[in-house]
Nanobody, 134 residues
Framework: EVHIVESGGGLVQAGGSLRLSCATSGFSFDDVVIGWFRQAPGKEREGISCISGPDGTTYYEDSVKGRFIISSDNAKNTVYLQMNRLKPEDTAVYYC???????????????????????????WGQGTEVTVSS
């Protein structure tokens, strides 16, 4: 049975940092992509970053690029999201999700195809709330 549990959310002042954790069980990191999403009040869920389970290749959307860092500890089946220079507009519920790793062929090699589209993710956690005060 798959379990995904996010933690680390809280209240922080603008400019501050938080580190979210995504503890998983019930599947191997060998063929999955783990993504972080967020949903602000009154807005649609937004994918912000993902990481390839097998090799740790990362991807970021422009909204968080340069401020957030996604990483994984495969031995612990855990993915992290280090959030720096937080802004009030980062306030949201943050979700972690797991999906099947997608690959495409580039010059004869299989390359990780990152995705932050929710429909590509099958398993979801319950979310952790992040509030950034101005």
């Amino acid at each position: 049975e798959v379990h995904i549990v996010e933690s680390g959310g809280g209240l922080v002042q603008a400019g501050g940092s938080l580190r979210l954790s995504c503890a998983t069980s019930g599947f191997s990191f060998d063929d999955v992509v783990i993504g972080w999403f967020r949903q602000a009040p009154g807005k649609e869920r937004e994918g912000i970053s993902c990481i390839s389970g097998p090799d740790g290749t990362t991807y970021y959307e422009d909204s968080v690029k340069g401020r957030f860092i996604i990483s994984s500890d495969n031995a612990k089946n855990t993915v992290y999201l280090q959030m720096n220079r937080l802004k009030p507009e980062d306030t949201a519920v943050y979700y972690c999700a797991a999906g099947t790793l997608q690959l495409h062929v580039v010059e004869g090699r299989q390359v990780f195809l990152p995705t932050t589209r929710a429909r590509h993710y099958k398993y979801w956690g319950q979310g952790t709330e992040v509030t950034v005060s101005s």
